[in-house]
């Protein structure tokens, strides 16, 4: 059986790191992993979570997506310049009021979530169509289905992430190529506590005093108590994220968190769009307590959430 190529973008911390290792250790050997950072310099957690797989399931090599000759420089360096599977993941969030917010940084949020899958893509696609064999597999997030109170950029570039792949999907089907979303709600990683942090310092004396108060004593307050209560692990997304690349038949979007799909689904039962946008502004600004014990019970079903991880659609298993 030939190993299928597996590149990832991201690979020094978090979900890019766990899925690298994960995908490395498969039983079946059933992979050849290029797990990728922009820095080779924080490549030392991966070294350790890749173990013996290093040199032989798994290689380490850097590209960083916003630079297209280091995305192309990779891509030539591999056998033939194969990827069978490429699994865009490098990503950052920004959170805050807008009006505190520079262009400059949102557009590095753009450069990264959004173009850097772009040129990925370009880089990779050609390829794929000719050899009529591939999957783009993304890890987008809640947030590209649905906008969240002082995400407004990290969700605009999500949403632009799924639009893409919306739209190139349709195209892809003609080559027998494969496109899929994975949407995970909050997972515990670097990228929860840098948010965090960044947020805490943001120079909010641009802000009026409603909203400062708003950032600070409502979302920033229960930032944490969001990602204790409904959180997953980089390890859950990984285990997702395998058992879509090893399906016959991957969907085209997958969430993570049965925990967050009441909030989701309401995107899709009002064609108007209030209903969603109705229903955080009560549970925020008129139920909060109601939203607090929420998150309390939640806790407490939190176990059944990992016991119903099953995928309709796996034929494999
Ligand atoms: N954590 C969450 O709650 C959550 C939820 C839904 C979706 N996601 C998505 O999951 C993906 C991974 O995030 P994470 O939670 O694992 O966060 P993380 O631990 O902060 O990892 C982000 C990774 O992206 C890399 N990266 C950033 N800019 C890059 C660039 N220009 N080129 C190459 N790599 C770059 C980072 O590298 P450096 O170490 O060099 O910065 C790091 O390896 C992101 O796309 C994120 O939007 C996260």
Redesign the pocket.
Known sequence: MTQKVVLI????????LSLAARIAKDEKKRFMVYAT???LS?GEALVKAAGRTLGRTLEIKQ????DEDSIRACVDSLPDRRVDILIS?????LIGPIECQSIGEMKTVMD??FF?LVRLVKEILPDMKRRKRGHIVV?????GIQGILFNDIYAAS?FAVEGFCESLAVQALRFQLNISLIE????I????R?VYEEGLKTDLSKADEVTADMFTNIYLKNYKQIFETLGQT?DDIAEHTLKIITMDNPPFRHQTNTLYTPMTTLKYADPNGDLPIDTFYKMVFEHDKIFNASLNFLKLLRWRSRKSFTLEKDNNN
């Open positions: 973008t991201g690979c020094s911390s978090g979900i890019g950072m922009r820095n924080k590209l960083d997506v916003c993941n490098a990503g950052m969030g990264t979530n850097g890890i987008s997030s809640v947030m999500k995970p709600g909050p997972v990683t670097e990228f929860e840098k980089a």
